[in-house]
């Protein structure tokens, strides 16, 4: 599954997202810095070497901080969806967005290409409470029924969040902008599996005494365990 992944211990700005209609929603009108990422995925194709391609995708993340970029980070596919890494990228406003894209030149040509497939996404920071890089990262992806209204769907997946938030200690939320789904990131970090342990057996009971008998309408839903590159 290509699940946009990503991302990571960053993000601590609170504001309402914008809507799939990309709406600007009243509280984005204060905004102070990593407000959005702009998040891609590469898979590993069958039989490639995972460590060519994960040396190409440090040298991009690179280039793309010195294009300005805020901050940049690698994650690699550890348990779930597709064997892919995940690249992360934050910047304060989408004015940062087009000085960065309207001055960047075109992209070279690779000699060979080393990923299977690819694709972007650009999401807005809702919540930002994981407060520490950690080595592993847990990331949930859920997407809602189509006959809810946005803000329906915003408050549905701000109910699931809280029972990872709780149990995670603290995780950050991201809201599709642009891009393939219409869905809502879960971020959460751990520092080992008897960490994770842990943690998820919180998780599962909040969600057998409180989540199970609600409906909440959940459309399509994934997690994948990452390990941190970058």
């Not at 699940?3 to 211990?9: D, F, H, P, Y």
């Not at 809280?162 to 869905?183: K, L, R, S, V």
């Not at 998820?200 to 459309?219: G, P, Q, S």
């Amino acid at each position: 599954m290509k699940n946009i992944l990503i991302l990571i211990s960053l993000f601590s700005v609170s504001f309402g997202a914008l809507s799939a209609h990309h709406e600007e929603d009243e509280s984005s009108k204060v905004m102070q810095g990593n407000n959005f990422a702009y998040l891609s995925s590469y898979t590993i194709p069958a039989g490639a070497n995972p460590s060519s391609l994960q040396k190409s995708l440090i040298k991009n993340i690179e280039s793309q901080e010195e294009a300005g970029y805020n901050m940049c980070g690698l994650l690699r596919h550890q348990f779930g969806g597709d064997r892919a890494f995940y690249t992360y990228c934050y910047f304060d406003s989408w004015d940062q967005f087009a000085e960065i894209n309207d001055s960047a030149e075109p992209a070279a040509r690779e000699s060979r290409q080393l990923h299977g497939d690819h694709s972007d996404n650009l999401v807005a920071m809702v919540e930002r409470n994981l407060t520490k890089q950690t080595d592993y990262i847990l990331m949930a992806n859920y997407t809602f029924g189509p006959y809810l209204t946005d803000n329906q769907k915003r408050a549905n997946a701000a109910t699931i969040f809280t029972a990872y938030n709780t149990a995670f200690d603290g995780c950050n939320m991201m809201e599709h902008i642009w891009g393939p789904e219409q869905a809502w990131y879960f971020v959460c970090g751990y520092d080992s599996y008897a960490d994770f342990a842990k943690k998820v057996e919180v998780l599962f009971e909040i969600h057998e005494t409180e989540l199970a008998d609600m409906k909440l309408d959940v459309l399509e839903h994934s997690d994948d365990l990452m390990t941190r590159v970058k």
